[in-house]
């Protein structure tokens, strides 16, 4: 039977174990750490976009030629995406919330309105869906503003 046996060496009196268990504890450590990081970090990512690629496929038939498609995160999940001629918002059940004619879609009052009534140097003008309509979603100045896609009037606003 082996036995591990205590290499000693005398500093003030100490003893240690030396370099080969210095090393065993290193390897132990990164396991431990790369076993967590894939049951904890990874894993529910891979989760989410396997979830998130389904939602697309059930979109993808049930309006053909979709196109734009991505998740919306605000009072709670949503997904908009376009076809030649309409928008479409989905609710996170998938079922079809609202859609728009594509001529009504005017991103540049939202830009001029988040910058003059609301002092929002925008950056970025995509559409999303606020508590109970489409909205305009303005990012700029360190501030993100919705206004609502019809009536332009501001629906929600905060620092980011």
């Known amino acids: 039977m082996a036995v591990l046996k205590k290499k000693t060496k005398k500093r003030g009196g100490s003893s240690y174990y030396g370099f080969p268990m210095t090393l065993t504890l290193v390897f132990t450590f990164l396991f431990v750490f ?5 049951l ?3 894993g529910p990512a891979r989760v989410h976009d396997e979830q998130l690629a389904k ?5 993808e038939k049930k309006v ?9 995160i605000f009072d709670y999940v949503t997904y908009q995406g376009y076809t030649e ?3 479409y918002w989905f609710d996170q059940k998938l079922d079809e ?4 004619d594509i001529g009504t879609l005017d ?18 003008v995509e559409l999303t869906f606020g508590y109970n309509s489409p909205c305009y979603e303005v990012i700029g100045s360190d501030r993100m503003l919705l206004l609502d896609y019809d009536t332009f009037t501001r629906v929600y ?4």
């Open 85 to 87: 001629d309409t928008l």
């Open 55 to 59: 939602a697309y496929v059930t979109i």
């Open 64 to 72: 053909p030629g979709i196109q734009g498609l991505r998740q919306n």
């Open 107 to 124: 991103y540049e009052k939202a830009r001029e309105i988040a910058q003059k009534e609301y002092g929002i140097e925008p950056s970025t």
């Open 34 to 38: 790369a076993l967590l990081w894939s």
């Open 40 to 42: 904890f970090i990874s």
């Open 97 to 100: 919330i609202t859609t728009r």
């Open 157 to 160: 606003e905060r620092q980011v």
